[in-house]
């Protein structure tokens, strides 16, 4: 049971996940996350005068023992405007991150309700793309390197890229051999958001994001605002836990 869970957790991606360029989310692919609601534009630095809309595609795909495949799709559509505040959108899931204002709020349609939760203190540091493989975090013992790719247009825009590799040595977490995991990241040297993350870990599966079809013109503001009729109430975390409510 716990496995399924945790195959569930991985396919389903960042829910609300999405921080690294933020403070991190976890409920992307993989232990770190995958797309910009854990590599990208959920910041809690706000990246101003450069907006765009997208889509966010992430895929998911693991062999198990005797050949059978589990693969997972999920779509969402992201907007980010001039001040840096951003909106993703996968189905009836909207979530407008704010760091202007300092808070992640999460709408419900159906029963008309804005969660609004309170964003982590802002980090120090690189961009976790680039991140130092020291600051990695992985089972004792687990060694990383960290490889820059340069410079390459990935799906239409020039982005950077860095390859993480983490070997995970034997007897860490009851394995026989040695594990080896790998991320690799590409981020847009004018959105300064990934556009491609890679993840291939043996242990989960393949993980794929790539941010498709760009556009840089400024989003419609009210994308960004609670929607009228919604009651606002405050929950304890912004991350994908469910909050205490309290009406406002």
Known sequence: MKKLTMLSVLAVGAA???AAQAPGHSGGFGERGMGPMMAGPWNRTAVTGAP???VETREFSQTLPGGNVIQKQEQSKVSRDSEGRVRSESGNNVTIFDPVAGNSTRLDSQKLIAVQSALPPQRTGNHPAHANAAHQRGPAGATF???DLGTQTINGLVATGTRVTET??????GNQQP???TRTTWVSTELKVPVQITSSDPRFG???MNLTGVTREEPDAALFKVPSGYAVTTG????GRAPTLQQQ
């Open 179 to 181: 594990l080896v995991v």
């Open 236 to 239: 304890n975390s912004w991350r």
């Open 206 to 208: 393949t993980s794929t």
């Open 168 to 173: 995970i040595p034997a007897g860490a977490i």
């Open 145 to 147: 390197q960290t490889e």
């Open 16 to 18: 609300v996940l999405v």
């Open 52 to 54: 765009y809309s997208a």
